[in-house]
């Protein structure tokens, strides 16, 4: 369906509506595309590129853009003053309420979907008790490096192609649960596979879920919208009932064999906590809690980093000349006697812009997690009123052309100094900004980097041509995932 055709008609229906309920442009005075009543843009939103689709309607309606999922009011930003002043306007740091995280966790929890002192407690605790049990740490290191071990070996038993997305994800929830239950698991353990396979199935129609489901859009609204909807609520709920259901039975071990004065993990630190406030009857601190915070970190940092490595790899063997130079690099810096660490780093010096230019050109996250206005604010000059969702489209800085010049071309260059040096760039936000920056990104970023290093050192991958990559754009999920293709792996040394 073609917005274009059908044109004159949104424009009546919207002007007529307008008049109606007095509204001047849309419902937050912003312009923006034309819209059906009732259902608004939705029939017309591209689920599978949105952030292009968003950068290219900004380019007609500027970078404060107002547009309607259903009958909600939004409002996506684009371009970096506006993404940057919207990351770092502490008025937008709400969350809007989802009725899929209400019918999972009873109530909306954790840490990625709620707001307020809830949120503010809950993100300090946890990020300063992973931070303690090792998160981004040399102590953690050795833990990523024995995974990346065995990730090594899987690769180099298989008989044929491989895919390595999902070798990934394992690899990630791994040490995810490692930080969280205190222990890796057999990377052939069945709950292992299945919270790798339940994650993928939920974070692929997730999005469905998003733009079409929140509290406030009237349940008729959702069946005219679109009746994937439904199919896409049904595989979220079941897929995401298997992790809910996985984590409090690991919590009711870990309470089995709980030693207070040693804690084991982030889940035994968090019991902890509960105990020092049960007397409370304000605290923040409960087992719904911790398994929402659980399957926030689940969440979060699996897809990300599964999709930033995948992106990666497929970067490399797409850009031939990038390859060599990292075998290069890694030769002369780390050899082929040990496994690349964090000490090597700095030295890596065109492997980590790689990684940068990977995060650059394939964002894991294109579009943030929904803001919503905690109350009304103003933004590049525009009222922004109390309860609207608020998008930043990351997307949109990361391919500014007048900025980086050539954005859609891969270059790890642009981010080295003449002199050498790794240069850090104030554009360059994979992980956010300001306040909701994502609490996971020193995990993310060590072992990301120590798992693409360690897997440089040992092969030279080719794409299997029996499962072409057509495009390099990806899948849109709640995250931008690399696009489907298997490799050959062909051992170094």
């Given at each position: 369906?073609?917005?274009?055709?059908?044109?004159?008609?949104?424009?009546?229906?919207?002007?007529?509506?307008?008049?109606?309920?007095?509204?001047?442009?849309?419902?937050?005075?912003?312009?923006?595309?034309?819209?059906?009543?009732?259902?608004?843009?939705?029939?017309?939103?591209?689920?599978?590129?949105?952030?292009?689709?968003?950068?290219?309607?900004?380019?007609?309606?500027?970078?404060?853009?107002?547009?309607?999922?259903?009958?909600?009011?939004?409002?996506?930003?684009?371009?970096?003053?506006?993404?940057?002043?919207?990351?770092?306007?502490?008025?937008?740091?709400?969350?809007?309420?989802?009725?899929?995280?209400?019918?999972?966790?009873?109530?909306?929890?954790?840490?990625?979907?709620?707001?307020?002192?809830?949120?503010?407690?809950?993100?300090?605790?946890?990020?300063?008790?992973?931070?303690?049990?090792?998160?981004?740490?040399?102590?953690?290191?050795?833990?990523?490096?024995?995974?990346?071990?065995?990730?090594?070996?899987?690769?180099?038993?298989?008989?044929?192609?491989?895919?390595?997305?999902?070798?990934?994800?394992?690899?990630?929830?791994?040490?995810?649960?490692?930080?969280?239950?205190?222990?890796?698991?057999?990377?052939?353990?069945?709950?292992?596979?299945?919270?790798?396979?339940?994650?993928?199935?939920?974070?692929?129609?997730?999005?469905?879920?998003?733009?079409?489901?929140?509290?406030?859009?009237?349940?008729?609204?959702?069946?005219?919208?679109?009746?994937?909807?439904?199919?896409?609520?049904a595989t979220v709920t079941t897929q995401s009932c298997y992790i809910v259901d996985f984590i409090p039975k690991t919590v009711e071990e870990h309470k089995a064999t709980l030693?207070?004065?040693?804690?084991?993990?982030?889940?035994?630190?968090?019991?902890?906590?509960?105990?020092?406030?049960?007397?409370?009857?304000?605290?923040?601190f409960s087992e719904a809690q911790l398994v929402s915070v659980c399957w926030d970190m689940f969440s979060a940092g699996t897809d990300t980093s599964t999709s930033a490595l995948s992106n990666a790899v497929l970067m490399v063997i797409l850009h031939p000349h990038v390859a060599q130079a990292i075998y290069k690099e890694l030769d002369q810096v780390v050899g082929r006697n040990r496994l690349p660490s964090m000490e090597d780093k700095h030295r890596l010096v065109y492997t980590e812009a790689t990684l940068n230019e990977v995060y650059r050109f394939r964002q894991p996250a294109p579009l943030s997690v929904p803001h919503k206005a905690l109350k009304d604010t103003i933004l590049q000059g525009h009222r922004i009123p109390a309860e609207t969702v608020v998008l930043m489209n990351i997307?949109?800085?990361?391919?500014?052309?007048?900025?980086?010049?050539?954005?859609?071309?891969?270059?790890?260059?642009?981010?080295?100094?003449?002199?050498?040096?790794?240069?850090?760039?104030e554009r360059f936000i994979p992980f956010g900004k300001g306040k909701r920056l994502c609490v996971g990104e020193p995990q993310a970023r060590m072992s990301t980097f120590l798992f693409f290093t360690a897997l440089m050192q040992h092969f030279i991958f080719k794409l299997d041509p029996a499962i072409p990559v057509v495009d390099t754009e990806g899948r849109f999920g709640v995250t931008l995932a690399a696009p489907d293709y298997k490799v050959f792996a062909e051992a170094r040394f």
């Open positions: 369906m073609e917005l274009r055709e059908y044109k004159p008609v949104l424009l009546l229906a919207q002007n007529k509506l307008n008049k109606f309920l007095n509204f001047p442009d849309t419902a937050t005075g912003r312009l923006g595309p034309p819209r059906i009543p009732i259902v608004g843009y939705l029939p017309f939103f591209n689920k599978r590129l949105p952030h292009k689709q968003m950068t290219r309607l900004s380019q007609t309606y500027g970078p404060v853009m107002g547009i309607y999922f259903g009958n909600l009011p939004n409002i996506v930003l684009s371009g970096w003053e506006a993404v940057k002043e919207g990351m770092l306007n502490d008025d937008l740091i709400g969350r809007p309420s989802y009725g899929f995280a209400t019918l999972l966790h009873k109530e909306q929890k954790g840490i990625i979907l709620t707001e307020g002192d809830l949120w503010k407690e809950q993100r300090q605790f946890t990020r300063h008790h992973l931070k303690s049990l090792g998160m981004g740490k040399a102590s953690h290191e050795v833990v990523i490096q024995e995974e990346a071990e065995e990730l090594i070996k899987d690769i180099k038993a298989s008989q044929s192609s491989v895919d390595l997305t999902k070798l990934f994800a394992v690899s990630f929830v791994n040490i995810l649960w490692s930080l969280m239950g205190g222990k890796k698991l057999s990377r052939k353990d069945p709950s292992l596979l299945n919270v790798v396979e339940s994650l993928d199935n939920v974070l692929r129609d997730a999005d469905n879920v998003a733009y079409n489901d929140t509290e406030r859009l009237h349940d008729y609204c959702q069946i005219l919208v679109s009746t994937s909807h439904i199919s896409a609520l030693d207070p004065d040693n804690p084991r993990s982030f889940i035994d630190v968090y019991l902890n906590e509960i105990t020092k406030h049960s007397n409370n009857p304000d605290t923040t997307y949109s800085v990361h391919m500014d052309q007048d900025y980086w010049g050539d954005p859609h071309v891969f270059r790890p260059e642009r981010f080295i100094k003449s002199d050498g040096s790794l240069r850090k760039d």
